[in-house]
């Protein structure tokens, strides 16, 4: 429902304007969406679960040739497992509400990722860069949105011990949040696709997890910027509205 004011030339008040909207089938089918989501994930999630482990049995066969196909069926299960929580996710940040942003001190999310990151990838240096506190609107699932990133950073790199720099730098109207590697960098068709903020049906990403940094910095009016480093490498940059202290 939404109420509008009317007045004259005088400005004058001549009356009011009242439009509702009926959403209840809108509403109903965005239940039933729900539900089949749900359902399809919970059945996807148990037929991998089978898959990896039949799999992972093929994969120490003796036969080399047998082991080979039981490893490679594992991998691709296992990609799919994880894709699978990853839309979870995501849709958690597609189809937030306002309550799920709050004023938070990004410093606090950010070290915990770098922690994170740190102990699930040991061999990578995870350099960061903080001041002690920062202050900004942000949405509840920034912390995953760092973790996919660094993770993105590290998991993608060519070389045998990475390195990824974290920083975070306050201004009077945003914080901005660098993430710089020393990997491949990103190849063009993910680049374009999240700087447009759209894919096209021959340019899906590979992953959802850069689409999730996405939107979660947008979701707070935020904005993102992908560049090349120096000499190689990417450098993800997000900014967020700075909140008053």
């Not at 359902?39 to 037929?47: A, F, G, I, P, Y």
């Not at 196909?69 to 296992?78: P, R, T, V």
């Not at 240096?125 to 903080?130: F, I, P, S, Y």
């Not at 096209?200 to 935020?222: A, D, F, I, M, N």
Request: charge should be negative; hydrophobic fraction near 40%; avoid cysteine.
């Amino acid at each position: 429902v939404s109420l509008a004011v009317l007045r004259d030339d005088d400005d004058d008040l001549v009356g009011t304007v009242i439009a509702a909207h009926d959403v209840t089938d809108l509403r109903g089918h965005q239940r039933r969406l729900s539900v089949l989501d749900r359902v399809l994930r919970h059945n996807l999630r148990n037929r991998m679960n089978i898959v990896t482990g039949y799999a992972g049995e093929l994969a120490t066969h003796p036969d080399p040739d047998v082991a080979r196909l039981g490893a490679a069926i594992e991998e691709s299960a296992i990609e799919l497992l994880e894709l699978s929580e990853s839309a979870r996710e995501f849709e958690s940040v597609i189809s937030g509400t306002a309550e799920q942003t709050t004023t938070m001190d990004l410093a606090d999310p950010v070290a915990t990722a770098v922690e994170y990151v740190r102990e699930e990838h040991p061999s990578a240096d995870v350099v960061a860069d903080l001041p002690d506190a920062a202050l900004a609107r942000a949405h509840e699932t920034l912390e995953l949105a760092m973790e996919e990133l660094l993770e993105n950073a590290v998991t993608h790199s060519d070389r045998e011990d990475p390195t990824v720099e974290v920083s975070v730098t306050t201004g009077p109207e945003w914080v901005r949040v660098s993430v710089a590697d020393d990997g491949p960098g990103i190849d063009d068709i993910d680049r374009r696709a999240l700087m447009s903020g759209t894919e096209s049906p021959l340019e899906h990403t590979q992953g959802l997890g850069l689409w999730l940094v996405r939107w979660t910095v947008e979701s707070v009016g935020g904005d993102i910027d992908i560049d090349d480093n120096d000499p190689r490498g990417t450098v993800v940059v997000l900014e967020l509205p700075a909140a008053p202290g």
